[in-house]
């Protein structure tokens, strides 16, 4: 336990102490914040924010694994942490790419849509390829129950794997959905880590270590995202994160614990994707006035309606964070019960 929060502090230091150095890197790079015009009015005053912040703490992080992984050697470690750190790395580049050709053009317009989609499914499609070359019989075994209800793992068979690169893919936008508001998906994502860290610990201990770096990189970062924020994560850090969670997920084999640890990032993804749904639906059968007269949410994702209705950002953050450690407990329960 001692090397783990030995680890939290040194990547929180690395991280934290050259963040005003980091934000002047990415303002005279150019990465500024281009607000979307989707965006709620009061958004307008983080126009111009440095942004590709997620290079801060996934650096330090990605550098620390891989130190570690060269002192030990490969045939000394846990065999899915290296994978899992170079599809970490990867979704990075994808939101890298994404949000500097955003800053290069000078507009919310970076990477499309469908290159961002196809580009992940690629990246996650390798990662479950190396898993089913490298299975052992029970990898496509998920526990659906807590051991301690004694309901034997479901057997999914090749199904297991296109869910797998759902899940990782899903997840990835999940957390790129809750970057919002100034410390929400910084914030939210570190009690996941340390949730995941908690329930790798026992079987997967250097994969539970990965999420200890992680998370103290997020809290290193979240020291200038706070509100109101310094720098935001941008793509290049929110994509990675979901990515990292679901990659542990999968190779130490607490999916069901780790979705529910998740549930606040993955109600912002549902709520995309029922106001999305249902706009379309509802042009095609009254109209486009209708439609849009008539949305299931304000705006989306989901805190952007709670800004619509008027909460004040700080206190949506500290709500949003209240119900992510609420659930990150309820996570903890369901991977440790019996």
């Known amino acids: 336990m001692g090397s783990l929060v030995a680890a939290f502090v ?5 991280t934290a102490l050259p963040g ?20 709620p009015v009061a958004h307008a005053a983080k126009q111009g924010t440095p942004t590709m912040g997620g290079l801060m703490f996934l650096t330090p992080c ?20 290296l994978p899992v750190c170079l599809m970490t790395a990867a979704f990075g580049a994808i939101g890298f790419a994404d949000d500097y050709l955003s800053a290069r053009r000078g507009r919310n317009l970076g990477l499309t849509s469908r290159q961002k989609m196809i580009a992940q499914i690629l990246v996650a ?4 390829l190396w898993l089913a070359r490298t299975a052992q019989p029970i990898t496509t075994q998920v526990q659906i129950a807590p051991t301690g209800m004694l309901v034997p793992p479901m057997e999914m068979g090749w199904i297991y794997y296109p869910i797998a690169v759902l899940f ?24 996941i880590c340390l949730a995941a860290a908690a329930l ?28 109101p924020a310094r720098v935001f994560m941008g793509d290049t850090g929110s994509l990675p994160l979901g990515a990292a969670i679901a990659g542990v997920a999968i190779a130490g084999k607490q999916e069901v614990g780790l979705i529910v640890a998740s549930l606040v990032c993955w109600a912002e993804l549902v709520s995309v994707i029922i106001q999305v749904g249902v706009f379309k639906w509802r042009r095609r059968r009254k109209g486009l006035d209708y439609a849009r007269a008539h ?17 004040p950002e700080t206190r949506i953050v500290t709500r949003f964070w209240l119900a992510g450690a609420v659930f990150t407990a309820l996570g903890l329960l369901w991977g440790r019960l019996g």
């Open 62 to 81: 990605v550098v620390s694994v891989c130190a570690m992984l060269a002192l030990r050697g490969s045939g000394r470690t846990e065999p899915a942490l």
């Open 295 to 311: 949305r299931v949410f304000r705006r989306t994702p989901l805190h952007h309606h709670f800004e619509e209705e008027g909460l």
């Open 20 to 39: 005003r150095i980091w934000i002047e890197w990415l303002r005279g790079l150019g990465a500024r914040q281009n607000v979307s015009q989707d965006a």
């Open 125 to 128: 499609v390798g990662f479950i």
């Open 10 to 14: 040194v990547v929180f230091v690395l």
């Open 168 to 191: 990782v893919v899903g997840l990835s936008n999940a957390t790129n959905f809750t970057d919002g508001l100034d410390g929400l998906a910084s914030g939210i994502v570190l009690l």
């Open 200 to 227: 790798l610990w026992l079987a997967h201990p250097e994969l539970s270590l990965f999420m200890f770096v992680l998370a103290g990189g997020l809290a290193g970062f979240l020291w200038w995202n706070g509100h």
